[in-house]
DNA sequence: ACGATATTTCTAGAATTATCGAAATAATGG
DNA sequence: CCATTATTTCGATAATTCTAGAAATATCGT
């Protein structure tokens, strides 16, 4: 954990595996996969502390590396704060990884996924 | 670090979580890749040490961590050891990361990808 | 058995990460 | 301004990870 995102190439190797680490401890994870699943709307972290409970604390330590990372954005709506995946840095990282792999791969979702229900 | 890769049910979060920490290190990002770009020929540790240039005992830590993780593979060949990628896990981590997420996403290769040059 | 090659295991220090309570900061409504 | 809610920052500790040299193990050819 020693650099920022940038967006501003194609995604190499460092950023990938910025990227990849952030995703890799199961509580990031879930709390990330929630926020997939949100879709634009998005949650507080409040509302993510309560689906997973863990303390506020810690909670707030692995957004804030989420967001570190590019994964998750922030924006403060009242006394809450509001998180959202970044769905671009979530397509870059899996054509990272289907690069030179999985020829059959592609993301058609430039926006966030289709709205169902709220989480 | 602290549960095997099973494969005997769909992927969970526990598990999704392993296989991307252990992607999470540009050492080890890097000679996945490499492996993957081999495709099922794959490589022997001390080719991939010569491509990376890092310390054996340093490469042999991180491969051995994504040979626990499920991501790679190895069998002897002679004193060598030869390391392939587990294709069909990276499909079961792809799928997984664009679960909820991108509708349109599809993995097509089951086997190796199309080989057009060696590493 | 010996020597060479390939790779792992052992070991240990440095660095990073995870965890969470307590205190601090931010925003809102009286 | 005060109380309340939402979230972060601080601080401390335990645990994990990274790194790499040295020694050990495995395999092969002779």
Redesign the interface.
């Known amino acids: 954990m020693n650099r920022k995102a940038s967006y501003l190439r194609a995604m190499d ?2 950023q ?11 509580h ?3 709390a990330y ?1 929630l926020l ?2 949100a879709g634009e709307d998005g949650l507080s972290v409040g509302e993510i502390q309560a689906l997973l409970d863990i303390p506020g604390s810690t909670l707030s330590h692995h957004i804030s590396r989420l967001v570190w990372a590019g994964l998750v954005e922030q924006s403060r709506e009242g006394r809450s704060l509001r998180c959202r ?1 970044n ?1 671009a840095a ?2 870059g ?2 054509g990272f ?2 690069d ?10 430039e926006t966030p ?2 709205q169902t229900a709220k989480a």
């Open positions: 190797t460092e990938a595996a910025t990227q990849l680490a952030e995703l890799g401890n199961a990031r994870l879930e996969r997939v699943k995946a769905f979530m397509h990282l899996i990884l289907a030179e792999c999985c020829s059959g791969v592609t993301t058609t979702c996924p289709v």
